[in-house]
C-alpha cells in the first residue's frame, strides 16, 4: 500500500524521558512534515524537510530534533519531555509539483 | 502571519442533509487544501484548490482567490461524514508550510 506510515501509534512514557517517532513514506514525495495537533485539535506545523534539507524549522524547543536519513524518511527525536508535550505527532508528505498533503496516522504521546 | 478563519464552528445535521463550510484567510495563497478528520483521528486530504471549482462524488469545492475565501459543499450527508474538516493555506512557492484554520465540527444524526 502507498501511504504514510508512522510509529509507534501510542506513546506513554514519563517526564524527563527521550523518545522517537519514525515516519516513512512510500509515495516519491520529496518533502516531508511534522505537525503537532493539541487538545484543542489545533494543528501547527514543526518541521518540513526537502530532499534530507530542513527548509521549515518553526519555533519549537530545541529538544526537538528531526532527522532526514533519506527523502522517505523523516525521525522526530524528543528529548526531556515535559508534560505540555503531550499531543498527537502527525507526520505527513507532499511533491512540491502537486501540493496536496498526505497525513500519517498520527502518534498519540502522552507525558506523565 | 496569515489568519484562517472557518466557520460555522461546529454544524450538527440530519443525515440526507447538505451543508456548506466556509474558509476565510486573510492574505494572498497559492495553495489550499481541504482535510477531513474523522473519529478516529485520521486526516483525509479531500481537495488541493487553490483557485475554481473541484467536485468529487458528493463532495465539492469552490476557492475564490481575488475574495479570499473557500466553500466546501456536501450533499446528502451521511453519518461516516462526520468528523472535523479542515481549511489549511500556503502562501510561499517553494515553501509548502500549512496554515490551518481552527475547524468545522460536523455531526450527522441518523
Known amino acids: 500500500d502507498t501511504a504514510v506510515s508512522q510509529t509507534p501509534k501510542y506513546l506513554v512514557t514519563q517526564m524527563g524521558n527521550d523518545k522517537s517517532i519514525k515516519c516513512e513514506q512510500n509515495?516519491?514525495?520529496?518533502?516531508m512534515y511534522w505537525y503537532k495537533q493539541d487538545s484543542k485539535k489545533f494543528l501547527k506545523i514543526m518541521f518540513s524537510?526537502?530532499?534530507?534539507?530542513?527548509?521549515i524549522n518553526e519555533t519549537v524547543p530545541n529538544r526537538f530534533s528531526p532527522k532526514s536519513p533519506d527523502k522517505a524518511h523523516l525521525n522526530l527525536h524528543i528529548n526531556s519531555l515535559e508534560l505540555g508535550d503531550s499531543a498527537v505527532y502527525f507526520c505527513?508528505?507532499?511533491?512540491?509539483?502537486?501540493?496536496?498533503?498526505?497525513f500519517g496516522s498520527g502518534t498519540r504521546l502522552t507525558v506523565v | 502571519g496569515i489568519q484562517v478563519e472557518q466557520s460555522p464552528p461546529d454544524l450538527i445535521l440530519q443525515e440526507g442533509a447538505n451543508s456548506t463550510l466556509r474558509c476565510n484567510f486573510s492574505?494572498?495563497?497559492?495553495?489550499l487544501q481541504w482535510f477531513h478528520q474523522n473519529p478516529w483521528g485520521q486526516l483525509i486530504n479531500l481537495f488541493y484548490?487553490?483557485?475554481g471549482t473541484k467536485q468529487n462524488g458528493r463532495l465539492s469545492a469552490t476557492t475564490v482567490a481575488t475574495e479570499r475565501y473557500s466553500l466546501l459543499y456536501i450533499s446528502s450527508s451521511q453519518t461516516t461524514d462526520s468528523g472535523v474538516y479542515f481549511c489549511?493555506?500556503?502562501?510561499?512557492?517553494?515553501?509548502?508550510?500549512?496554515?490551518f484554520g481552527t475547524g468545522t465540527r460536523l455531526t450527522i444524526i441518523p
Open positions: 524537510y526537502n530532499n534530507k534539507e530542513l527548509i
Open positions: 492574505d494572498s495563497v497559492n495553495n
Open positions: 489549511a493555506v500556503g502562501t510561499n512557492f517553494g515553501n509548502e508550510k500549512l496554515t
Open positions: 505527513a508528505s507532499s511533491h512540491r509539483q502537486i501540493y496536496g498533503y498526505t
Open positions: 484548490i487553490p483557485s
Open positions: 509515495l516519491g514525495h520529496d518533502t
